[in-house]
């Protein structure tokens, strides 16, 4: 078992920046990479970006290239996903996700994830 636990949610003006983090806990040899997603009210789940658990390589939707960086602490086990630029389409809760697949392409769908956190929520004022 793997155990996440998000923090570092709150309220944002637009344009401004918010570094969550994603503790993991537990049996981390597992873990082939870590994904943020995002959940709107009213709306599907949506991939955001995921890291190997090596930290090697990054991969990030269209919507949030360039604004926001995924990176990973190994000697805390924990990832970071810093937004920067928020806009007010950014507001959502926000999950943190761990994989023990191989295959990036699986990455982006959460159904290939095993584990995953409560979510924090990120509200952006406009």
């Known amino acids: 078992q793997v155990q996440l636990v998000e923090s570092g949610g709150g309220l944002v003006q637009a344009g401004g920046s918010l570094r969550l983090s994603c503790a993991a806990s537990?049996?981390?040899?597992?873990?082939?990479?870590m994904g943020w997603f995002r959940q709107a009210p009213g709306k599907e789940r949506e991939f955001v970006g995921a890291?190997?658990?090596?930290?090697?390589?990054?991969y990030y939707a269209d919507s949030v290239k360039g604004r926001f960086t995924i990176s990973r602490d190994s000697a805390k086990n924990t990832v970071y996903l810093q937004m920067n630029s928020l806009k007010s389409e950014d507001t959502a809760v926000y999950y943190c996700?761990?994989?023990?697949?191989?295959?990036?392409?699986?990455?982006?769908?959460?159904?290939?994830?095993?584990?995953w956190g409560r979510g924090t929520q990120v509200t952006v004022s406009s």
């Open positions: 890291i190997t658990w090596s930290g090697s390589s990054t």
């Open positions: 996700a761990a994989t023990g697949s191989i295959f990036a392409s699986t990455w982006t769908i959460p159904r290939n994830y095993d584990y």
């Open positions: 537990g049996r981390t040899v597992s873990i082939k990479a």
